[in-house]
T-cell receptor, first 113, second 113 residues
């Protein structure tokens, strides 16, 4: 069974641009979670989607947004990129809303120059 | 979210020795804790979890200890192997019914052959 996949692997943008990151959950999983892992820092919760709806968001500005599609894949959009947005963005999925059963993808490395 | 500095604490152990990785969590009301392992270029991988009504839980070669009095969590790895080299994170329940995990800063484990 395929795990969580994310694309692209790497993304380089300049300040002020917009970035779109994609996540495909494990087949059958309906919940998708996004985390930001900045260099030298732990993971910080960004967003949680379940059954197509945004259920919760972390302490991030509104220029971080996303959506979940009918096939449960998800997209994270970051508008007006700032240098400090450079980070590894991790997506996780779970069969049902869960803490311990979140399976993580390999991440997208976003670099803002 | 946490902001814990640029440098991960590092634990260096000899292959075959036991490893103990420590974590201080933030919320005394947290009910659920997880240890994750993150290898280079990969997303975090679930290792073991524990609920607040337990003090100890054992898995294969790993043991998690919970000390609620001092809000401390530890991960013990028996007979450490080169494949155990990774960054280890503890995570706690975000306590807002949103299935949000709050991650610690991480510890890098280096296993010397």
């Amino acid at each position: 069974e395929a795990g969580v996949t994310q694309s692209p692997t790497h993304l380089i943008k300049t300040r002020g641009q917009q970035a779109t990151l994609r996540c495909s959950p494990i087949s059958g999983h309906t919940s998708v979670y996004w985390y930001q892992q900045a260099l030298g820092l732990g993971l910080q919760f960004l967003l949680w989607y379940d059954e197509g709806e945004e259920r919760n968001r972390g302490n991030f500005p509104p220029r971080f947004s996303g959506r979940q599609f009918p096939n449960y894949s998800s997209e994270l959009n970051v508008n007006a990129l700032e240098l400090e947005d450079s980070a590894l963005y991790l997506c996780a999925s779970s069969l049902v809303p869960s803490l311990g059963e979140q399976y993580f993808g390999p991440g997208t490395r976003l670099t803002v120059t | 979210g946490e902001s814990v500095g640029l440098h991960l604490p590092t634990l260096s152990v000899q292959e075959g020795d036991n490893s103990i990785i420590n974590c201080a969590y933030s919320n005394s009301a947290s009910d659920y804790f997880i240890w994750y392992k993150q290898e280079s270029g990969k997303g975090p991988q679930f290792i073991i979890d524990i609920r607040s009504n337990m003090d100890k839980r054992q898995g294969q070669r790993v043991t998690v200890l919970l000390n609620k009095t001092v809000k401390h969590l530890s991960l013990q790895i028996a007979a450490t192997q080169p494949g155990d080299s990774a960054v280890y994170f503890c995570a706690e329940d975000g306590m807002d019914s949103s299935y949000k995990l709050i991650f610690g800063s991480g510890t890098r484990l280096l296993v010397r052959p």
